[in-house]
């Protein structure tokens, strides 16, 4: 099986950056993906990675190192509307289900 | 309509109560999926459905019945449930099974009495 690993919270002020990371363990990775969930919210895809390296998206950023089993998603320049939950989840190569960490709730303060 | 819609977005029902969960994707797709989001806990993976097919039962109680008439909708039917059960639950499809990005509906706040 899966196990992931990311903060339960953090808290910055507006224009800061935040830098979500997330441990895996796999049996076989085929991909780190980042959702975001506002509160009463569906979750949205914010990003995947399958190989090493940063991915930019705007403002967001994600980063994969397949050998330390370790990525992260950058939050910068953030605003007021940026305060939710971010969940990384694996995709596993063997049976291709993907499983979620227990999410981090980023707080944006004035 | 576009994106992944599911009814009702609340629902309060009682331990011997039978109710069911609508969800209904204007997307395309062919895999289609149900999830259990409890607070502070990660998404469950509850079933997972390619084409109408079922392909992944995870262990989940038969109090919990899914059905997939076709490839746009899937049903949660919901029967003598516990107050554990309370959560939301969420629907998702993506192209085929595994792929990303998983596209998520609102969900149904479940409340068992």
């Known amino acids: 099986g899966q196990s992931l690993e990311q903060p339960s919270e953090v808290t910055a002020v507006e224009g800061a950056i935040v830098q979500i990371n997330c441990t895996y363990q796999t049996s076989g990775f085929y991909g780190l993906s980042w959702y975001q969930q506002h509160d009463g919210g569906a979750p949205t895809f914010l990003s995947y990675?399958?190989?090493?390296g940063l991915e930019e998206t705007g403002r967001f950023s994600s980063f994969l190192s397949r050998s330390d089993s370790y990525g992260y998603l950058l939050l910068q320049e953030l605003q007021m509307k940026d305060s939710a939950s971010y969940f990384c989840a694996v995709r596993d190569r063997r049976d291709y289900k993907l499983s979620f960490g227990a999410g981090t709730t980023v707080t944006v303060r004035a | 309509e576009t994106g992944v819609t599911q009814t009702p977005r609340h629902l309060v029902m009682g331990m011997t109560n039978k109710k069911s969960l609508k969800c209904e994707q204007h997307?395309?797709?062919?895999?289609m999926y149900w999830y259990k989001q409890s607070a502070k806990k990660p998404l469950e993976l509850m079933f997972v459905?390619?084409?109408?097919?079922?392909?992944e039962n995870n262990s989940v109680p038969s109090r919990f019945s899914p059905e997939c008439p076709n490839s746009s909708h899937l049903f949660l039917h919901l029967h003598t449930l516990q107050p554990e059960d309370s959560a939301l639950y969420l629907c998702?499809?993506?192209?085929?099974?595994?792929?990303?990005?998983?596209?998520f509906g609102d969900g149904t706040r479940l409340s068992i009495l």
């Open positions: 998702a499809s993506s192209q085929d099974v595994g792929d990303q990005p998983q596209h």
């Open positions: 990675n399958a190989l090493d």
């Open positions: 997307l395309g797709h062919n895999a």
């Open positions: 459905y390619s084409l109408e097919e079922r392909v």
